[in-house]
């Protein structure tokens, strides 16, 4: 490695080539305590400038929920369930929840409490979109 600090895509996949081939050489040898000390500095020094790397790349922005529905399906994401799941979290049926996500559908205001209270979804939030 010429420089101390990745520049670029393609000396990023270098280093994390050559961390691979360390980390198995590792392995295969039976741990840390087996691999020669120049090999384990150079490990550490090879993933510190990985991971300042990684660190230096902006994330792309998360877009916020704007509707309803999207906050709805963001939660259900968020907290792994599906369609199903979510109407016994509610307590309302199946054909309710896919009538409220599809947009034929408005909530009430038992709907809008249990929104609120079981998925987290703030309050404010419900009444700007609702």
Known sequence: MKTEKIQDR???????????????KTTASGGFGKLPAKEVETLKKLSVMAEQYEDSIPLMPIKSPSTLTEMIRYKMFEMNLKQKQLAKVLDISEARISELLTGKRKINLELAKKLHTKLNIDAHFILEVA
């Open 10 to 24: 393609k000396e990023y996949n270098e280093v994390m080539k050559r961390i691979e081939k360390l980390l198995q």
